[in-house]
RNA sequence: GCCGGAGUGGCGGAACUGGUAGACGCAAGGGACUUAAAAUCCCUCGGGUUUAGGCCUGUGCCGGUUCGAGUCCGGCCUCCGGCACCA
């Protein structure tokens, strides 16, 4: 079989027969993959992500759904512009070649999107939208400007958001992040705290694992705010806590570096600035007395101030009440800078006892707190809370760890933020209608540290909307997340229609199937579902949640391989586990992901040419559930490769048979036909129940195995073929086309309907029936199916070995599970 | 440290609400076809033991519930992922 020509032609015949857009007349149902960044080539985890969706969107077209199955481009972003650095190519030059090749290659492997959807982010009918949106939301105050400290990456030059700083370092190069001040644009995520917490129980179709992420990040705590005055001072310092029950055990305070009072009890001291520059990059706790005390509102002590290099200014009030006894980490400055410890909690019936080696962190009983005493901390907590808001001193607030999302970019490969900077009128938004701000072409790429849209005179130099007075444009861009917070909803209409048409949106959102990789689970999602909120508000949307149900594959891994000499290799460096570079033996490392730095990647091109995408599709699936990490096994993608060709060799020995026989209402009763049905049957729920496409093939492996294993009347063959091209069309498309056509039948499988199955023909008439003695198996017997459990127990009873087993032991019980099992109980 | 998830043959993985552990595939071994090889086809394949039928044992470890536990409960161990001075 020539597969090269084979997937050639239907994927000819597929986009001629326009069989990918969707036709309005049937129940939708909305199948999206995480678009690719246009980096160059498609890579082996862009091939399992799409052969998933892909196989979803084709069953469920079976299915008779109108499936929405679209693609696009993220294709803003840093590497375009490094590209156009390193290579002197322009960003859009390097990113639109890109698309085109990668295009190619999706389409060799056969998924089947509607392309006439194609989105492309970088293009300004895309980005006028961005622009669009950040006007809205700053009509509605939900894009603000404010100088803050930033994370900076030297590297990228630009800033980046919390979500994007991983251990300290860049999200995309691993360079180390540091701290910089900067004027910066913000979304006011933070608004949408609570609902976007509230709103994770309503993800049931979700992982759990990313939902509790999601609500890991956005970090709900209860606490209560309370002053404390200073002593000999008319100032007090407010801080946040969610343990008020233990206020009367805190015996100093600790404020932020950069609290406004370090600085005022300090001044310059050489020592806070130290802090202030090493902020959050030491992990020992280093304190600096500041001579000053603070007075506990409830206990009316005098406790010390410290400033504290754990205490964080952007967290709470950037001031802490210290309780060594019951914090850890008070405990650990307390112990280092020899501070009283007092316990206010004890377990129950335990001694009070001053000398803890730990801080108490559970649950007690007050002690030491006056009229608090005795009380059990779960309601200390209420009622000290109560205490503070009547005496006015304080008040319960909720906190949370999220944070605004900071949009600015200082890059060029990037939408433009549309505002102008004018003097007399200040901040000014450019007006709708003159949408979109289109990124100029001509442009130098130095590589400096300099915005290169900032050195285009005539993009920065414009006329202030409002007064007509000589303005600046804006020169930052915005984040990329930014693009791809709304592009779900983009696809909904097609190029010619009005990108936010609702009645498009009406019908095809929310998403019912989402599928990408699990890197996103904070960021990505985070800002979708903050968008589609947004998007609600502004009257855009009727809905809350973008994505239904998400499915997060695992990652495509591989063996490393190690050279002493030569470093990391791929697999054609070595031959018979000997470097075929230096002849020195080569070290098989542990099996991680593909990455292009460890050389153990696969080029999906390659494997296409060699087997044909049907054989990559069908092995990734097979090889791991998709949610589980995939290991890459060249070995297994021949396995795969050789169920098709068996199955291929079936039909073509038996083409004549196939042709001529007519099944027109056939029902058999052959083992085949049975097997057929229960094929049908498992290959349907195992997609159904989980999308574990792995034991669904297992399945089709099966069936195929008892098709070549024995002979059979024509009809059930013919039967059983036709079934099983239908079942293996979503998961190897062009084969199953090419089979069902040479099989004698119309054109076209992906018009075909899912085969039914009958759960009648699918019953066998006899089964195995276990016999267990005392929960062991010692008898199997063959036995009609609808039998009664005293024809069962009479037959298990009389059977030979199940005699001599039981001897004179005495039978106590007898226990049958209905068409599987018996067990018998005895005693001796 | 906290929060999630997972530990099953030589390997990837099956086993639905507790009911035959190891489906399916890979690797390995043996055989058929062939001058030979490749391809293909057939057989074996957790461990131990037995002349055989068989028996014993086995799902990270220890205990428990149950007629019966990979599955449920309690206590550990290991690995992976996320968050990490969030007061």
Known sequence: MDIQNIEKKWQKYWQKNKLFEVNKNKEKFYCLEMFPYPSGKIHMGHVRNYTIGDVIARYKRMRGFDVLHPIGWDSFGLPAENAAILNKVHPAVWTYENIAYMKKQLMAMGFSYDFTREVTTCSPEYYKWNQWFFLKMYELGLAYRKS????????????????????????????????????????????????????????????????????????????????????????????????????????????????????????????????????????????????????????????????????????????IMSVPAHDERDFEFARKYGLAVRQVIIPKDVQVDDILTNAYIGEGVLVKSKQFNNLFNIEAIEAISKYIE????????????????????????????????????????????????????????????????????????????????????????????????????????????????????????????????????????????????????????????????????????????????????????????????????????????????????????????????????????????????????????EGASRFLNRLWNLVETNVDTLKKTDIKGFRGNSGLFKKTHQTIMKVTESIERDYHFNTAI??????LNEMTGLQHDDKSLKFAVRAMILLLSPFAPHIAEELWEVSGAERGISKQSWPEYDKEAAKEDEIELVVQINGKVRSKIMVDVGLNDDQIKGIALSDERVISFIGSSVVKKIIVVKGKLINIVVTN
């Not at 409002?466 to 930052?476: F, K, L, V």
């Not at 960021?523 to 998007?535: A, D, K, M």
């Not at 809905?543 to 791929?570: A, N, S, Y």
């Not at 297992?698 to 069936?703: D, H, R, S, V, Y």
């Open 148 to 319: 803050s400290m930033v994370n900076w990456c030297n590297d990228c030059a630009t800033v980046l958001a919390n979500e994007q700083v991983i251990d300290g370092q860049c999200w995309r190069c691993g360079n180390v992040v540091v701290q910089k001040e900067l004027e910066q644009w913000f979304f006011k995520i933070t608004n949408y705290a609570e609902e976007l917490l509230t709103g994770c129980d309503t993800l049931i179709g979700w992982p759990e694992h990313v939902v509790s992420m999601q609500k890991n990040w956005i970090g709900k705590s209860i606490g209560t705010e309370v002053d404390f005055p200073i002593f000999e001072s008319n100032e007090r310092l407010r801080i946040f806590t969610t343990r008020p029950d233990t206020i009367f055990g805190a015996t100093f305070m600790c404020i932020a570096p950069t609290h406004p009072l370090a600085s005022q009890f300090l001044g310059n001291n050489s020592e806070l600035k130290g802090l202030i520059d090493n902020y959050g990059k030491i992990d020992d706790k280093i304190g600096i007395f500041t001579e000053h005390f603070a007075i506990n509102p409830l206990s009316e002590e005098n406790i010390p101030i410290f400033v504290a290099n754990f205490v964080l200014m952007e967290y709470g009030t950037g001031a």
């Open 698 to 703: 297992a399945a089709m492996m099966e069936l």
């Open 390 to 637: 009547e005496k006015g001193i304080g008040k319960r607030v909720v906190n949370y760890k999220l944070r605004d999302w900071g949009i600015s970019r200082q890059r060029y490969w990037g939408c433009p933020i549309p505002i102008v900077y004018c003097k007399t009128c200040g901040v000014v938004p450019v007006p709708e209608n003159e949408l979109p701000v289109v990124l100029p072409e001509d442009i130098e790429f130095s590589g400096g540290s300099v915005s290169p849209l900032a050195q285009v005179e005539s993009f920065c130099r414009v006329k202030c909307p409002r007064c007509g007075a000589d303005g600046r444009r804006e020169t930052d861009t915005m984040d990329t997340f930014v693009d791809s917070s709304w592009y779900f909803i983009r696809y909904c209409s097609t190029k010619e229609e009005d990108a936010l048409d609702k009645e498009n949106i009406k019908r095809f959102m929310p998403v019912d199937q989402y599928i990408g990789g699990v890197e996103h689970a904070v960021l990505h999602l985070l800002y979708s579902r903050f968008f589609t909120r947004v998007l609600r508000d502004i009257g855009v949307v009727d809905f809350d949640e973008p994505f239904r149900r998400l499915l997060t594959q695992g990652m495509v891994c591989k063996e490393t391989l190690k050279c002493p000499e030569h470093g990391w290799l791929f697999t054609d460096e070595v031959k018979e586990d000997k470097c075929i570079h230096c002849g020195k033996e080569v070290l098989k490392g542990r099996t991680e992901k593909m990455s292009k730095s460890k050389k153990n990647v696969i080029d999906p091109n390659v494997l296409i040419n060699k087997y044909g995408a049907d054989t990559i599709r069908l092995f990734s699936l097979f090889a791991a559930p998709p949610e589980k990490d995939l290991e890459w096994s060249d070995q297994g993608v």
